[in-house]
Each structure stands twice: as structure tokens, then as C-alpha cells.
């Protein structure tokens, strides 16, 4: 009986470790990493750090568009130049790119200038679970 309660202790102890490693279960947050850089005329460069999934893109500039610069969460947010392979960047900024298609979609994109969200949908990702490493 009492190897059973120790087995049994062992082994409740040890879930909340075996639930992270599997990918579910107690506090599981992806660790987005960006560099912003403040461009000439409210343009915003986004450099990513370790994954280049769109929504780290997203993330970094919705969360500093929140954070650092105060502007409301419907505040839209536009892609002013779309990712670059070479440099793993991407343009922002807060007012649409002259002559870019700015209907908004449902596709998380980092290629095509114009494609757009509100600051809070972009500051949500930061928060997602999943790493989508499809543009």
C-alpha cells in the first residue's frame, strides 16, 4: 500500500511536466521575438527573431502599435512592404500605402502590400498556442 501511494504521488507530480513537453496542458506560450524598427513617415520595420511565421510579424507590431505607441485597439494596421526572404523584415504602418488593395481578408499574410487588421486581432497572435509557418 504504501509503494502504491508513493507510485501514485510520483505520478501526479510529474503530469504538468509531461503536459508542456507533449504541447498542451498548463501554461503553454510561444515565445514571439521581433525587432521594431521606426522608419521615415510612420512607417514601422518588423524584423523577425527565430520564427518568420506571419504571425510573428503581426504580433510584434500589433503589440507595439498597443504598447508603445497607444493607438486604439480597432486601430488597422497595413502591411507598407511585404516580407523580404533575404532580411526577414516587413513594413508597417498605420495608414494604408497609396494605391494597395486594403480590403481586408481572412488570410494571415505578410506578402501582399495592403493586407491589414486592427491593432488588437495583430496583438492577439502573440498570445496563440500554434506557430502557423505557412505565408
Not at 503581426?58 to 505607441?69: E, K, Q, V
Not at 488597422?76 to 494604408?96: K, N
Amino acid at each position: 500500500m504504501r509503494s502504491f501511494k508513493t507510485l501514485a504521488a510520483a505520478v501526479l507530480l510529474s503530469i504538468p511536466a509531461m503536459a508542456e513537453a507533449v504541447g498542451f496542458g498548463l501554461s503553454v506560450r510561444p515565445q514571439f521575438r521581433t525587432e521594431i524598427t521606426p522608419m521615415p513617415d510612420g512607417v514601422y520595420e518588423v524584423k523577425a527573431i527565430g520564427s518568420s511565421a506571419p504571425v510573428n510579424y503581426w504580433c510584434g507590431i500589433g503589440d507595439y502599435a498597443i504598447r508603445s505607441l497607444g493607438v486604439p485597439n480597432n486601430q488597422r494596421i497595413y502591411i507598407w512592404r511585404a516580407y523580404e526572404p533575404g532580411v526577414r523584415t516587413v513594413q508597417f504602418s498605420l495608414t494604408p500605402p497609396p494605391g494597395a488593395d486594403t480590403k481586408p481578408g481572412y488570410s494571415i499574410t505578410v506578402r501582399k502590400v495592403g493586407a491589414n487588421m486592427s491593432a488588437s486581432s495583430a496583438q492577439n497572435y502573440c498570445y496563440d498556442n500554434f506557430i502557423m509557418d505557412t505565408f
